[in-house]
């Protein structure tokens, strides 16, 4: 492919918001790369370097406990996970997303598995002892994005975790002028995790590795 991937993906995207399926366009852009016409912008064929990051500064051990990847792509940041001892489940709204990662990743040990954010398991509320979210809220649209950060938090356990990895935007910059997908989080949506009962404990900005103009959150949140 010569085209962008970014361009692409965008085009795909406004496809499927112009037929008011605003998740549609995941599948359409798995199933067009698996087949060789797009590449997915954000999967980089290994973890994303933030959650390595918090995952070699944290140290945590998963024994005995439970992790949930929202959004697991193709699988690079739930076999990260996994390996630190976390019983983990990783989903995706897109079959053909699940389907790469088991061609990728076919002796692993995460559970995977297609499943919408909006309408998770009954049986994951408050299940999951870390949840690791990556780009999925901001790759919906802006008006979909209380209901997924409140169906996020809602799937936390009592002492868990969740990491909160986001391309960042100016609180001042009006969301008309954000053309996504992604539409980045403002440092109010990204507190918008919080709850009575779920912290935020860190919040860092940095900018991409890649592209200094480009900067990221990647927020700590622990449920009581």
Not at 112 to 132: K, M, Q, S
Not at 170 to 185: N, T
Not at 189 to 199: V, Y
Not at 201 to 212: M, N, T, Y
């Amino acid at each position: 492919m010569t085209e962008d991937p970014d361009v692409v993906s965008r085009r795909i995207a406004r496809e499927s918001l112009d037929r008011d399926d605003p998740t549609g366009w995941f599948e359409d852009l798995y199933a067009a790369a698996a087949d060789g016409d797009a590449v997915v912008p954000w999967d980089r064929g290994t973890a994303h370097q933030l959650l390595v990051e918090w995952i070699n500064e944290s140290e945590p051990d998963g024994s005995g406990k439970t992790a949930l990847i929202v959004g697991a792509g193709t699988g690079w940041d739930a076999e990260l996970v996994v390996d630190r001892g976390y019983d983990t489940t990783a989903f995706d709204i897109s079959p053909s997303a699940i389907e790469t990662a088991h061609r990728n990743h076919p002796d692993s040990k995460v559970h995977y598995l297609v499943a919408d954010l909006f309408h998770p398991p009954a049986d994951w509320h408050g299940a999951f002892d870390l949840i690791v979210e990556i780009y999925t809220v901001q790759a919906l649209p802006i008006a979909l994005q209380a209901d997924a950060i409140k169906q996020v938090t809602s799937l936390v356990a009592p002492g868990g975790t969740l990491l909160v990895i986001a391309a960042a935007r100016p609180d001042g910059q009006p969301d008309a002028d954000v053309q996504g997908p992604p539409w980045p989080l403002t440092r109010a949506t990204i507190q918008s995790f919080t709850a009575p009962d779920l912290r935020l404990i860190q919040l860092e900005q940095a900018p991409s590795p890649s592209d200094p103009t480009i900067h990221r959150w990647r927020a700590e949140y622990l449920r009581d």
